[in-house]
Nanobody
Framework: QVQLVESGGGMMQPGGSLRRSCTAP????????MGWYRQAPWPGSEGVSS????????DYTDSVKGRLTISRDNAKNTAYLLMNSLKPEDTAIYYC???????????????????WGQGTQVTVSS
């Protein structure tokens, strides 16, 4: 069930930047860990980044370290993914995910316990 609303996708050139937003119109995210996943033909579904409820603890998959930054503003009930130095291999549908468990956000998303965004295409191409 889609409970998160995403924005900020689109087509970018290699080396460009993009900021994704994920907001929760129907619940308070301040106690939830947040994360971003992406789906591409290869390698399939991949966890990109996660953060705890305060945003102080963050994790990234190796391929995006140093280029993508996850953050959140609990006062705005919104999480963000800043994407810099975009590469063609970043092309995917990106989904945000919220769960009370940081462990599930990191590696074991579960639709029965967490909430997903609707997914937005990001295409990196010259």
């Amino acid at each position: 069930q889609v409970q998160l609303v995403e924005s900020g996708g689109g087509m970018m050139q290699p080396g460009g930047s993009l900021r994704r937003s994920c907001t929760a119109p129907w619940f308070d995210i301040s106690t939830y860990a947040m994360g971003w996943y992406r789906q591409a033909p290869w390698p399939g579904s991949e966890g990109v980044s996660s953060c705890d409820s305060t945003g102080e603890t963050t994790d990234y998959t190796d391929s995006v370290k140093g280029r993508l930054t996850i953050s959140r503003d609990n006062a705005k009930n919104t999480a963000y993914l800043l994407m810099n130095s975009l590469k063609p291999e970043d092309t995917a549908i990106y989904y945000c995910y919220a769960d009370l468990s940081l462990d599930r956000v990191r590696s074991r998303p579960n639709a029965a316990t967490g909430y997903w965004g609707q997914g937005t295409q990001v295409t990196v191409s010259s």
